[in-house]
């Protein structure tokens, strides 16, 4: 079966300007993962869908960023405006049941690398 | 804070030895962890998992052993191959809407 899908894969922006990136998660999975990943670290959880509604985005950065994922399929995230400390790895993930599944496996995509200057 | 760490950040090994990496975790409440490889340029793959009720679990050439009473996780991968290299992450899963909480990462360098 077809992975994760993510692009762009490689985005270079100035100081606040404005970057979306996009998800196509695996056919029939109800639930979507945003992370962000910074150099040298694990990747953090930044929002949590399942199928079309928000089930955690605690540690999403809401004066920035934004994300929606409106027909329960794919998925954008929108930085802006971007400041430095935004250049990361963003990864997408999908699982095939709702949230809350014991051991449901995530399944990441490629990711989009970002850079701020 | 509550948080899931690596006690090495490299790991290097010759080919053919045996790898263990080590994780810590603090929240004694978790239950299920899970091993990711994040190959350079890719997204995190799953390796293995287990359940807080269970102390060992093995797959093909990997085993993840449990210590509850330390709050230890490690991962054995018998003859390690070049195809290994990889940064391993452990993960914990918290709550109920299956959320993952990353360590940060061990790079684990195959030596031929």
């Known amino acids: 079966e077809a992975g994760v899908a993510q692009s762009p894969r490689y985005k270079i922006i100035e100081k606040r300007q404005s970057v979306a990136f996009w998800c196509n998660p695996i056919s029939g999975h109800a639930t979507l993962y945003w992370y962000q990943q910074i150099l040298g670290q694990g990747p953090k959880l930044l929002i949590q869908f399942q199928n079309n509604g928000v089930v955690d985005d605690s540690q999403l950065p809401k004066d920035r960023f934004s994300a929606e994922r409106l027909k329960g399929v794919d998925s954008t995230l929108k930085i802006q405006p971007a400041k430095l400390e935004d250049s990361a790895v963003y990864l997408c993930?999908?699982?095939?049941?709702?949230?809350?599944?014991?051991?449901?496996?995530?399944?990441f995509g490629p990711g989009t690398r970002l850079l701020v200057l | 804070g509550e948080s899931v760490g690596l006690h090495l950040p490299t790991l290097s090994v010759q080919e053919g030895d045996n790898s263990i990496i080590n994780c810590a975790y603090s929240?004694?409440?978790?239950?299920?962890f899970i091993w990711y490889k994040q190959e350079s340029g890719k997204g995190p793959q799953f390796i293995i998992d287990i359940r807080s009720n269970m102390d060992k679990r093995q797959g093909q050439r990997v085993t993840v052993l449990l210590n509850k009473t330390v709050k230890h996780l490690s991962l054995q991968i018998a003859a390690t191959q070049p195809g290994d290299s990889a940064v391993y992450f452990c993960a914990e899963k918290r709550g109920a809407t299956n959320k993952l909480i990353f360590g940060t990462g061990t790079l684990l360098a195959v030596q031929p």
């Open positions: 929240n004694s409440a978790s239950d299920y």
């Open positions: 993930a999908s699982s095939l049941l709702a949230s809350g599944a014991f051991g449901e496996t995530q399944y």
